[in-house]
């Protein structure tokens, strides 16, 4: 799956993602076991070329419960992004094209108590006001398991590449087809003025 975003207009602002403002009405949870066949029929709906099933996603929120956060207002679920937390081989797989990103193998994933080596946002759909839980998202991968990983991203729509654009992301070379990449605030070299 690739990480498109389905919005009621563009972003034109140019924001840090790190930075995106928590302040919002849209909360931002973990999703449940039973929104997952909603959550991929949003996704087929909203996302081009999305082909991922409710097993599929039950099996990879199964193996690590976060890599799913939904959007939603006053428990009207309004969308969702999901992550695949990278371990040291899949971030290198990631760079190298050489991993499956509609069905990543398990082992390159980090475990729960692994440390994250880079986290790809796999898939954003959000209806209406939903996208406004995007900051709240960012705050979720400044917590101390995902803060030092790097956010990389591919769009699949052109609201897909306007949302990474304004929000910092820049496309990078690697043998992934169309990749782009957030460097972490924390992780940027100093610039020599």
């Known amino acids: 799956m690739r990480s498109p975003v389905k919005e009621r ?9 790190d930075s995106l403002s928590t302040d919002s009405a849209i909360e931002v949870r973990a999703a449940r076991s039973f929104e997952l066949s909603i959550l991929a029929d949003m996704a087929h709906r909203m996302v081009p070329g999305v082909q ?3 097993p599929t996603l039950r099996k990879y929120l199964a193996f690590d419960p976060e890599c799913i956060l939904t959007f939603s207002r006053q428990e ?9 937390y990278l ?14 990103l509609t069905h990543p193998d398990i082992g390159f994933l980090a475990g729960r108590n692994d440390e994250v080596s880079a986290t790809y946002i796999w898939a954003i759909a959000a209806t209406g006001r939903g996208i406004a839980g995007l900051g709240k998202a960012a705050a979720h991968l400044r917590t101390p398991r995902y803060v030092g990983a790097d956010c990389f991203a591919q769009p699949s729509t052109a609201a897909g590449r306007d949302l990474l654009t304004a929000t910092g992301f820049k496309q990078i070379p690697s043998f992934q087809p169309d990749l782009w990449c957030y460097e972490r605030p924390w992780n940027r070299l100093p610039s020599n003025a």
């Open 9 to 17: 207009g563009s972003l034109v602002a140019r924001h840090d993602f």
């Open 52 to 54: 991922i099933a409710e």
């Open 76 to 84: 009207r679920l309004l969308g969702a992004i999901a992550f695949l």
């Open 87 to 100: 371990n040291s081989r899949g971030h290198d797989a990631l760079m190298l094209g050489g991993i499956s």
